[in-house]
């Protein structure tokens, strides 16, 4: 069975700061893992793939096969990154299957 | 690009009616649709996923006679909850997924708040 799990339900960090969300993910074969993003009042949103290897926002993640990791990390936050990050994985490339989430980090930048 | 609209966004009715929710994709054509339930400070399960013109695939544990999905055209998807009950208030999230050459995302609706009484 597939799982997405994110230890952190609530993060806070000041302006400025590192930010790391943490994912791990257990998938017996060679998964596709995404993070969504959710802006207070607003619609689930892709923020990256690792397949893309891009970054967005100032946003990157790193597939880490031998950690089963995929962690989330921008070197200095900004007040509008505050938002829920929803880590996910696909068992099939592009998320042809429906997607397994994470239970979500609530990320809040304090000014 | 890449707009999917839910409706209705919110709806309340009473036990034992039947509840349609339609989920539409405005400005592509979506081969593949997936119908999601998010309880209360719990994470997206995937409901099922809803291929245009073909029966929808259902998750374990999901009762496709409660849950009746119809995906007849390339852009609108339809959850029906039958004889709905107070255990199916939930949010309930689409989302579509364009298809054509390439890993496609999804992209997903504003969801939909079911309160049954």
């Known amino acids: 069975a597939q799982r997405v799990t994110q230890p952190e339900k609530l993060l806070s960090v000041f302006k400025g700061a590192p930010v790391e969300l943490k994912c791990n993910y257990s998938y017996s074969g060679s998964p596709e893992l995404f993070w969504y993003v959710q802006y207070s009042r607003q619609r689930l949103q892709l923020l990256l793939r690792?397949?893309s290897r891009e970054s967005i926002k100032g946003f990157t993640a790193d597939l880490n096969k031998g950690e089963t990791s995929f962690h989330l990390k921008k070197p200095f936050a900004q007040e509008e990154d505050s938002a829920m990050y929803y880590c996910?994985?696909?068992?099939?490339?592009?998320?042809?299957?429906?997607?397994?989430f994470g239970k979500g980090t609530h990320l809040i930048i304090q000014p | 690009g890449a707009v999917v609209s839910q409706h209705p966004s919110w709806v309340i009715c009473k036990s034992g009616t039947s509840v349609k929710i339609e989920c539409r994709s405005l400005?592509?054509?979506?081969?593949?649709m997936f119908w999601y339930r998010q309880f209360p400070k719990q994470s997206l399960m995937l409901m099922a996923t809803?291929?245009?013109?073909?029966?929808?695939?259902?998750e374990q544990g999901v009762e496709k006679d409660k849950f009746l999905i119809n995906h007849a055209s390339l852009t609108l998807s339809t959850l029906t909850v039958t004889s709905a009950h107070p255990e199916d208030s939930s949010f309930y999230i689409c989302s579509a997924r364009a298809g054509g050459a390439g890993n496609q995302p999804q992209h997903f609706g504003d969801g939909t708040r079911l309160s049954i009484l």
């Open positions: 690792h397949i």
């Open positions: 400005d592509f054509q979506a081969t593949t």
């Open positions: 809803s291929n245009e013109g073909s029966k929808a695939t259902y």
């Open positions: 996910a994985l696909s068992g099939r490339g592009g998320g042809a299957d429906g997607l397994t």
